[in-house]
T-cell receptor, first 110, second 114 residues
Framework: IAGITQAPTSQILAAGRRMTLRCTQDMRHNAMYWYRQDLGLGLRLIHYSNTAGTTGKGEVPDGYSVSRANTDDFPLTLASAVPSQTSVYFC?????????FGPGTRLTVL | AQKITQTQPGMFVQEKEAVTLDCTYDTSDQSYGLFWYKQPSSGEMIFLIYQGSYDEQNATEGRYSLNFQKARKSANLVISASQLGDSAMYFCAMRENNFNKFYFGSGTKLNVKP
């Protein structure tokens, strides 16, 4: 089934640990995005990539890094997790006037 | 400043009635897109409708229509003939086409009453 997959589905992480959230799409979309969703705040853009090899900062990039080595994969890395990074993380891709979302990763940092 | 403002944290509507969810946006760009998404309790994000800044007619998709008032910078979602399955969170979003970045509002939780 075409779409976006994210891994893991959920994770509990100790503060200070490094964590990479994985995102893969099979629709060959050029643009990909990472958001975090927190109660009452909607979705906030962390980082984005308009094409393989390029990335850009969103609204809340601090503490996160991304890479885009190829069209399909867009991993998000937390170098040293902190409790304020507890959130639901959504990966998305877009082409034209529609944006497709992955199922999300629920991350808890203790 | 907030790029997208949704002023209704929660709303109730009677089944089969119409409901309007408010959204205002802030941008200095001339080229942008406006989107609405539905997020049921299961958590997935479902695309509903799109309106381009240069589109002169309001977008419609089945029971969804977008009331686009460019001068007022508003992009309200109208759901006609509400159904119980419409109960969900609804997010308004804007894409600034220069950088292809999306901004989301804080959402409106809609409850449809039988």
């Amino acid at each position: 089934i075409a779409g976006i997959t994210q891994a893991p589905t959920s994770q509990i992480l100790a503060a200070g640990r490094r964590m990479t959230l994985r995102c893969t799409q099979d629709m060959r979309h050029n643009a990909m995005y990472w958001y975090r969703q927190d109660l009452g705040l909607g979705l906030r853009l962390i980082h984005y990539s308009n094409t393989a090899g390029t990335t850009g900062k969103g609204e809340v990039p601090d503490g996160y890094s991304v890479s885009r080595a190829n069209t399909d994969d867009f991993p998000l890395t937390l170098a040293s997790a902190v409790p304020s990074q507890t959130s639901v993380y959504f990966c998305a891709s877009s082409e034209g006037n529609e944006q497709f979302f992955g199922p999300g990763t629920r991350l808890t940092v203790l | 400043a907030q790029k997208i403002t949704q002023t209704q944290p929660g709303m109730f509507v009677q089944e089969k009635e119409a409901v309007t969810l408010d959204c205002t946006y802030d941008t200095s760009d001339q080229s942008y897109g406006l989107f609405w998404y539905k997020q049921p309790s299961s958590g997935e994000m479902i695309f509903l409708i799109y309106q381009g800044s240069y589109d002169e007619q309001n977008a419609t998709e089945g029971r969804y229509s977008l009331n686009f008032q460019k001068a007022r910078k508003s992009a309200n979602l109208v759901i006609s003939a509400s159904q119980l399955g419409d109960s969900a969170m609804y997010f308004c979003a804007m894409r600034e086409n220069n950088f292809n970045k999306f901004y989301f509002g804080s959402g409106t939780k809609l409850n449809v009453k039988p």
